[in-house]
Each structure stands twice: as C-alpha cells, then as structure tokens.
C-alpha cells in the first residue's frame, strides 16, 4: 500500500465548477502538507503549503487538512480553463523527506 | 515564491554520451536540493537527495555512477547522466527546500532528455 494515495482522475468539469482534490495517506508522523499544480512538461508550482490540521484559503484556493482522518482537500471556486493541469499532493514529516502522490489530471471545459 | 532555475529544458543527445542538467536556486540560498523522475501520467520519483558539500544521498535502485550528483555551492546541483542509453529518456526535475527540514520546496521546470 502506498503512503500517499490520490485518485488519478481524470477529472472535467464546466467552468466555474468548484473542484475538489484529495489525498488519503497512512503514515501519521505527516507534519507538513502541500498540493502542487504541475502544468504539461513543465515542473509542479507550489499553490499550498499547510502544517498539521484547519483550513488554509488563498484566492481560490482551500486547503483542507483531517489529520484525525488522514486526509487532505484542495478546493478550488469559480474554475477557470487556465486551472486545468495535474494536481500533485505531498506530505512531509519532521524529518524533511517528501512523499507524492500520483497525481490528479483535472480539466476544465469552457 | 522563490525561483529554481532549470536548465537545459530540452536536450537531445547521441546514446553513449554524457549529458549534464543544472539546476539553481536563484533568490535563495539551499543547503539541499532533490533530483526527480518523472515518466509520463506518473508521480515524481525521488532519485537523489543533493547536499551541498557533502556526497549525495540516493533512493534505492538509483545507479550512482549512472546519475552523478554535484553540489558545489548553495545555489547550485548538477546532475550528469553519464553514458546515456535511450531508457534514461525521461523528465528529469530538480526541487529547492527554502531553509530548514521544514522549509517548503520549490521546483525547476525541469529538463526534458531524449536519448536517440
């Protein structure tokens, strides 16, 4: 079983969707979580960065952490075409190592 | 955010040949950086942990000989793979931690390499 599991999608929606995001992951020494937004070809660009449980809005953005549930939530409000990409979550603990998920391919149709 | 520079984006060499990928932090000074994998539709795959003067620390089944990792300075990781073969084609992606092990990490764009 993976540490981080993500469902892969794909995921369509019409533009102005909200569009939800989330991870599961197993190992509850996570301290620190992420959700990137990584574009075709190009490297994955920090949209959240979060440490251990709440919510954290920016723009459109939410992140959501149940660190009780060992799950996390992007959210993103009134989603636009230049949204779509693949959403990557990734956890950290104290000790500084890194681990993704796989990745969510989202598309939003005009 | 802070910048990490990638470069070269896009490289085609001859099978048997070295190919060298730089990657830099430009506004910011970082102690460790990370070399990814990155097949296509798949997650990042962690390669290497680079440290700046100090050998760098490999994932498991990563050939160090194959992927020589060097960080010379805080601003700077190379990673060279030597004697190429067309299965090292891949997207090869460098990230920056911004301080500490808590520090968040921003990435490259990342080199796209093709080995004919």
């Known amino acids: 079983q993976k540490e981080v599991e993500q469902d892969p999608g794909p995921l369509s929606v019409p533009e102005g969707a909200i569009v939800s995001l989330n991870c599961t992951y197993s190992?509850?020494?996570?301290?620190?979580f992420m959700w990137y937004r990584q574009y075709s070809r190009k490297g994955p660009e920090l949209l959240m960065y979060?440490?251990?449980?709440g919510n954290k809005e920016d723009g459109r953005f939410t992140a959501q952490v149940d660190k009780s549930s060992k799950y996390i939530s992007l959210f993103i409000r009134d989603s636009q075409p230049s949204d779509s990409a693949t959403y990557l979550c990734?956890?950290?603990?104290?000790?500084?190592?890194?681990?993704f998920g796989d990745g969510t391919t989202l598309t939003v149709k005009p | 955010g802070a910048v990490v520079s990638q470069h070269p984006s896009w490289v085609i060499c001859k099978s048997g040949t070295s190919v060298k990928i730089e990657c830099r932090s430009l506004?910011?000074?970082?102690?460790?950086m990370f070399w990814y994998r990155q097949f296509p539709k798949q997650s990042l795959m962690l390669m290497a942990t680079?440290?700046?003067?100090?050998?760098?620390?490999?994932e498991q089944g990563v050939e160090k000989d194959k992927f020589l990792i060097n960080h010379a300075s805080l601003t700077l990781s190379t990673l060279t793979v030597t004697s190429a073969h067309p299965e090292d084609s891949s997207f090869y992606i460098c990230?920056?931690?911004?301080?500490?092990?808590?520090?968040?990490?921003?990435f490259g764009e990342g080199s796209r390499l093709t080995v004919l």
């Open positions: 990230s920056a931690r911004l301080g500490g092990n808590t520090g968040e990490l921003f």
């Open positions: 190992n509850s020494a996570f301290q620190y």
């Open positions: 979060t440490y251990s449980s």
């Open positions: 990734a956890m950290r603990t104290n000790a500084g190592k890194s681990t």
């Open positions: 506004d910011f000074q970082a102690t460790t």
């Open positions: 680079s440290n700046e003067g100090s050998k760098a620390t490999y």
